[in-house]
């Protein structure tokens, strides 16, 4: 299993670098945590490695953010938390964004949509935090 831990706010960079290291050429990353484990600050270090300049923010209220990175790819940055029903992703598209062959998903609170998730191309990383607040990032 790859593992990076963050003793710090100050590691959030090179742990995205990791991260990405981890991620590979998978397009659909999900990234599990408990609330305030760090998984939208991880996004923006991982948006800002891959050169996004727009201000990167939970789409909570959206569902979906889109950013573009330093080569104009598309990176689609969705938050699930707020979903009461699988229906809601359903209703706008998700397929157009799961299944297209260009830029990256990034998605946070992937477990309340499983079952719709890819079976391929799907890269799953876990946020752990120690009663210390040190954050444990590994892929499963």
Known sequence: MEQVTIQSLSEINKAAKSVLQMIGKSRIICFYGSMGAGKTTLIKAICHELGVTDNVASPTFALINEYRDRNFSPIYH???????????????????????TEGICLIEWPELIEDILPSVDVCKISIITNSEGVRSISKL
Request: charged content about 40%; proline content about 0%.
């Open 78 to 100: 969705f938050d699930f938390y707020r979903i009461n029903k699988i229906e809601e992703v359903f209703d706008f598209g998700y397929e157009e964004y799961f299944y297209k």
